[in-house]
């Protein structure tokens, strides 16, 4: 089992940048192939990014693609997203989450672990 604390969230103006941080418990980190997922006030939660735990192949839903970067660090337990340029419409909670699978890593189902998700709000 692995816990998972992100961070990072806050208010930034179009075409601003953040970094969000998820910080995961236990000693099996680099297990867990990761992905970032969002959710928007009316809105169902979506795929944002995944990385793989075995091949560290990187995967974006098409609308994040150039803006959004994920990364790992197996040593630190921790997973990022850089989030560049952002939109109006990347208002969202982020969350970070866990899975011991390597494939369908877009799936929201795929995830098995949680963080509790952190808002990131973006002014026009």
């Known amino acids: 089992q692995v816990q998972l604390v992100e961070s990072g969230g806050g208010l930034v103006q179009a075409g601003g940048s953040l970094r969000l941080s998820c910080a995961a418990s236990g000693r099996t980190f680099s297990t867990y192939s990761m992905g970032w997922l969002r959710q928007a006030p009316g809105k169902e939660r979506e795929f944002v990014a995944a990385i793989s735990r075995s091949t560290g192949i990187k995967y974006y839903v098409d609308s994040v693609k150039g803006r959004f970067t994920i990364d790992r660090d197996n040593a630190k337990n921790t997973v990022y997203l850089q989030i560049d340029s952002l939109k109006p419409e990347d208002t969202a909670v982020y969350y970070c989450?866990?899975?011991?699978?390597?494939?369908?890593?877009?799936?929201?189902?795929?995830?098995?672990?949680w963080g509790q998700g952190t808002q990131v709000t973006v002014s026009s």
């Open positions: 989450a866990a899975t011991l699978r390597t494939y369908g890593l877009s799936w929201i189902r795929s995830y098995d672990y």
